[in-house]
């Protein structure tokens, strides 16, 4: 048998006729698997899915065809970037992003954008199709343990083997992947099960899980008036925020705090947008990534550090060296295994980080808790050390052109309402030190859990189906480029007014640096041709510019972001090992 003969069975019955046997069982007063599926998004409140097209995926699709229910279907180019976009998505709504592809290669593919959510605790649902129950066992085409592959990587998953049970099923996953620490979660959908009957009666949602966080954890009113006591007695703490205030939305809880306590707040890029910038007390990214020696002097010289939803991971305490050994620590976190996994804790706080912190405000007021930490003062010094550095760089009229121009440009045109999302590769450094973001909230969007190159374009699509009214940049380099593009064509199809950014240099940027720095200078199996990335853009429908000269940058991201298409602005940078990158250990 040939492959289209193979691939014909597969869509006819998922490699078994049992399928269409369970279609002929359903009446009138019963719906299929798939169209069940439909229905139970549509009750959870889904509004947007993101997937690529398969044979097992057939059923379910020509559900969502024939059914009313709200739901826009993107159609993506690439199984990863489905779920890149459905978690930019998820983040930037609040709602659960989902996302879909088919059996075999699909459900392989989608797997390092559910990764990246989970680690990242951003609840996606991946649902992948698959052959039928009835054909495991009997080598059809795409067959793979689906449910084996997904467990160690999810929060929680599960196959649909039984129509009946489905319902319930979905009603698990979105309570899995929302409540406690929010994750994602992933669904096998054999293609039986889609074809089978379900009882109408039993599709029903609860709304509390179709927003994420869900069911949130107060804390421990004796843990809270332990912090309280600990922090009036600091004179030089610093709180550092991880991506719990952002997902919690306690951007007005910090903000007080910080001013009731006169405490410096910093970030790690997944916490950039818990506090503006602009603020007095913000010191900015802190960490081996985006951190300078200025904002890490602020952890440094600390008496006690407040962790909140923020892991203490390697790159945010430079390898644990800072905070220094023996600093106090009072850590939040949804999470009970991460508090203390790195640093003895004296106060371990359990709770949702919005809930946390609102007692502890409470706390601190009732006792009369008055400012002692000269946080102004250390953010202020912070600032300055920094922009010492970054300013004669922005200013910069040298070629290749210096990634500080390019941000320092952006940061003069864009709106404060503008989301630029950072593949971590040349851009994620530059945007977490150098963008002042001006509003707290979610404006920067990155990949910090994996760091796989490809994600901002696919999350800047997600990002503008959230907030289409928002202007939305995808900032790459050449090397994630080449592992995206083919989404330019989801982009144009929509006509979405996306800018890229393109840092062109020719080089696996990070990696040579790393060579640079590290390795004796000894570069190998890092560099390669340079494309015409406005070429390829405009080839996609795409209008495109090429720049070399720093003088024009400004001219041509103003036409850029004035367009009312899509956009591309491909800048021959600076390479990483060439450059004053924030990263310490390049630095160093």
């Known amino acids: 048998m040939d492959k289209d003969e193979q691939m014909t069975g597969n869509v006819t019955s998922g490699g078994d006729n049992s399928g269409d046997k369970s279609a002929a069982k359903t009446t009138p007063n019963t719906l299929t698997g798939a169209e069940a599926m439909v229905r139970m998004l549509q009750a959870h409140g889904v509004t947007h899915i993101f997937g690529l097209c398969g044979d097992t995926t057939l059923p379910f699709y020509d559900a969502l065809a024939r059914l009313d229910h709200g739901i826009e279907h993107i159609l993506t180019r690439d199984e990863r970037h489905a779920a890149y976009m459905a978690d930019a998505y998820a983040r930037l709504t609040g709602k659960p992003g989902i996302c879909e592809g088919p059996s075999g290669g699909g459900a392989t593919y989608i797997l390092p954008g559910v990764v990246e959510a989970n680690e990242s605790s951003i609840p996606i649902l991946a649902i992948t199709t698959d052959v039928a129950t009835t054909s495991r066992g009997k080598y059809p085409l795409t067959e793979l343990d689906q449910v084996s592959l997904y467990r160690p990587l999810t929060k929680w998953n599960a196959s649909l083997d039984n129509a009946a049970s489905m319902p319930g099923m979905v009603r698990a996953a979105f309570r899995a992947m929302t409540t406690d620490t929010p994750g994602a979660v992933h669904l096998a959908f054999p293609f039986d099960t889609q074809k089978a009957p379900v009882d109408p009666d039993s599709i029903w949602a609860d709304p509390h899980l179709a927003t994420y966080p869900a069911e949130t954890v107060a804390p421990d009113p004796q843990a809270i008036r332990k912090a309280a006591a600990l922090l009036a007695g600091a004179r030089k703490a610093v709180a550092i925020c991880g991506g719990g205030p952002v997902i919690s939305s306690a951007f007005e809880v910090l903000r007080q705090i910080a ?74 976190d949804s999470d009970p295994m991460v508090i203390g996994a790195n640093y003895r804790t004296d106060v371990a706080i359990c709770a949702d980080a919005r809930l946390a912190l609102e ?22 010094r912070a600032w300055e050390g920094k922009l010492d550095d970054f ?89 994630s480029f080449n592992f995206c593009c083919g989404e330019y064509e989801t982009i144009t199809r929509h006509n979405m007014p996306i800018l890229s950014i393109v840092f062109s240099n020719s080089v696996f940027g990070w990696i040579k640096a790393g060579q640079n720095a590290g390795f004796g200078k000894r570069f190998y199996n890092v560099d390669f041709s340079r494309t015409d990335h406005a070429a390829v853009a405009s080839a996609f429908g795409v209008k495109a510019w090429r720049i070399e000269d720093p003088r024009e940058l400004e ?34």
């Not at 960490?287 to 600390?302: F, H, I, K, L």
């Open 259 to 332: 001013e009731l306590l006169d405490l410096p707040v910093a970030t790690t890029v997944s916490g950039q947008g818990a506090i503006a910038e602009t603020d007095p007390h913000a010191v900015g990214v802190v960490g081996s990534n985006g951190g300078v020696p200025s904002t890490r002097a602020v952890v440094d010289e600390a008496d006690l550090v407040l962790f909140i939803g923020c892991r203490a991971g390697s790159v945010t305490t430079e390898r644990w060296r800072s905070p220094r050994p023996g600093t106090q620590i009072v850590h939040i």
């Open 359 to 380: 007692a502890l405000l409470e706390e601190l007021k009732a006792t009369g808790t008055i400012a002692g930490n000269d946080g102004t003062a250390r953010a202020a």
């Open 391 to 479: 300013a004669p760089l922005a200013a910069s009229t040298e070629t290749p052109i210096r990634p500080e121009r390019v941000v320092a440009t952006l940061q003069r045109l864009l709106d404060d309402d503008a989301i630029i999302c950072a593949d971590p590769g040349t851009p994620c450094p530059y945007f977490s030190a150098h963008y002042r973001w001006p509003k707290a909230g979610r404006h920067f969007i990155t990949n910090r859990a994996h760091g796989a190159l490809g994600y901002a374009l696919a999350a800047a699509i997600g990002a503008h189906v959230a907030r289409p009214d928002a202007k939305i940049v995808a900032a790459m380099g050449d090397g």
């Open 555 to 588: 001219t041509v991201l103003q036409q850029a972001l004035a367009h009312d298409g899509p956009t591309l602005v491909d800048v021959i940078s600076q390479p990483l090992h060439e450059a004053a990158a924030p990263v310490s250990e390049w630095i160093a």
